[in-house]
């Protein structure tokens, strides 16, 4: 939960506003691009990984989903790696190393996971090429281990001093590794041969080469017992590209849920850092030199045909945008409602300031509101936006209306008592969703209403805003 508390922090020194997150957002992507650049350096060289940064850029900007915390996790999982990749060379690298890797624990604590197990193999890479015995390999960590403890242990007490065991293991585990699949799942692509597929299958071709030619060099080496062999390759590239690879395809256990773009991110961008490595052929090492020669230039082809490739998806939508843009004004200027500086840096709908408008007449400061649908037993998002811009306390901790979570009996429960204690005058629902229907959980409804048939018997409606209807306590003045 990271990026909560980094946000909060952030508003106390800016005050509150989208363009102080969006700000945060655009410093995390421009420094993971500048990471993602400096790892493909390290495998390979600092004017061949060149083309990594400009395409980072694309891709990064082509994304969207500002201020979504899997950007803060995948830039401190990136720098940690490439702390541990100088740590393998020298000791002082460590500390650095471990209080990186807290950071990504913070923000992503599967991706630390994932970020542990790299390092875990890396260092028995390490170990098995220079002959080392597995204890070198555990004082060798040590240090990254000690300061990252500094970091992960005090966190984690502080969340179950806080939250009951049991429900902090539902939330970070148990939820996501069991009930998310149901509600969320997309299933992944048709291998069609459109660009659009290159983010979900390219990574599978870039990692299986770059793993064959790690592991043939790796082997190599072992035998060789020199800082570098015949070829050139040192142990430090060879290593980067194994560290991209392994984190790297980890990712594919997000991508595979829920298999829509933004979810491939961390399996792709670390496959889009490798491919500069394999424009030098690294596919064609550890065979008789005429196919290595042959096989090398074979996969340096491919790899630049798939950089060039991969340019095309964002630059196509770029180019869509700015056409849309001189047919439509809308677009050429931001929309910001002067009655609504918390909105600075995005387009406000009418609709949008019309809640706006009621919450100033008919709701104190100090007043809680709750955003919510007009059904409650079949769900699929809510309008999370309304209540940062409304800026108003949550009667409820259910602030994100979740499948799975909010359309359950002892969620719509808690809710029901959160309302009960808290009282707001206003409650705003809308159908935005109603028409969202994916081949997964969330399209069903659990047939649990209790949430609904509360907010009948206590409000009644006042007026409609857009797609929001706006509902006031029965016995509210």
Request: glycine share 6%; proline share 6%.
């Amino acid at each position: 939960p990271g990026q909560f508390y980094t946000l909060a922090a952030l508003f106390s020194f800016t005050g509150k506003s989208v363009l102080a997150a969006r700000w945060w957002d655009v410093l995390t992507r421009a420094l993971l691009a500048v990471a993602l650049y400096l790892l493909a350096a390290r495998a390979t060289n600092p004017v061949r990984a060149l083309p990594v940064w400009p395409l980072a850029v694309l891709w990064l900007t082509y994304y969207g989903f500002f201020s979504y915390p899997l950007f803060q996790g995948l830039l401190f999982s990136l720098l940690c790696l490439l702390a541990y990749l100088r740590g393998l060379e020298s000791a002082r690298w460590m500390p650095l190393a471990g209080g990186l890797f807290g950071l990504a624990f913070v923000y992503r604590h599967d991706m630390a996971i994932y970020l542990a197990a790299a390092v875990g193999l890396l260092g028995a890479a390490h170990a098995w090429m220079r002959h080392a015995r597995p204890l070198d390999l555990a004082r060798q960590l040590l240090p990254m281990i000690v300061v990252a403890a500094l970091i992960v242990l005090p966190v984690t007490l502080y969340f179950l001093l806080h939250v009951r065991p049991a429900e902090l293991l539902n939330q970070l585990f148990l939820f996501p590794l069991l009930e998310f699949p149901k509600v969320r799942d997309l299933p992944y692509p048709k291998l069609t041969g459109e660009v659009d597929n290159l983010p979900f299958y390219a990574p599978f071709l870039i990692y299986g080469l770059v793993f064959a030619a790690a592991i043939t060099r790796l082997r190599r080496l072992s035998r060789l017992n020199m800082p570098e062999n015949a070829d050139g390759y040192a142990r430090a590239r060879v290593l980067a590209m194994l560290a991209m690879a392994i984190f790297g395809a980890f990712g594919y256990n997000q991508a595979r849920v829920r298999s829509d773009l933004i979810h491939t991110v961390h399996f792709f961008a670390l496959a889009l850092a490798l491919l500069p490595a394999l424009v030098g052929g690294a596919g064609g090492v550890g065979v008789a030199s005429t196919y290595r020669r042959v096989g090398g230039h074979v996969v340096g082809m491919l790899s630049m045909t798939l950089m060039l490739m991969l340019c095309i998806e964002p630059l196509d939508n770029y180019i869509r945008q700015m056409q849309a843009q001189s047919g439509n004004e809308r677009y050429l200027a931001v929309k910001i409602k002067a009655a609504l500086p918390i909105a600075q840096g995005i387009a406000v709908e009418d609709w949008q300031a019309g809640l706006l408008s009621v919450m100033k007449f008919y709701a104190e400061p100090e007043d809680s509101v709750y955003i919510g649908l007009k059904r409650h037993d079949r769900v699929f998002a809510n309008d999370v936006m309304s209540y940062f811009l409304i800026d108003r306390p949550v009667p409820t901790r259910y602030h994100e209306l979740h499948p799975g979570v909010v359309d359950t009996l002892a969620v719509q429960l808690e809710m029901i008592a959160d309302l009960e204690r808290a009282k707001p005058r206003l409650v705003f629902l809308t159908d935005m969703f109603d028409g969202a229907k994916e081949p997964n959980e969330s399209n069903k409804s659990k047939g649990v209403k209790l949430l609904d048939e509360y907010i009948r018997q206590h409000y009644r409606l006042f007026t409609t805003s857009g797609p929001f209807s706006v509902l006031r306590r029965k016995e509210a003045k």
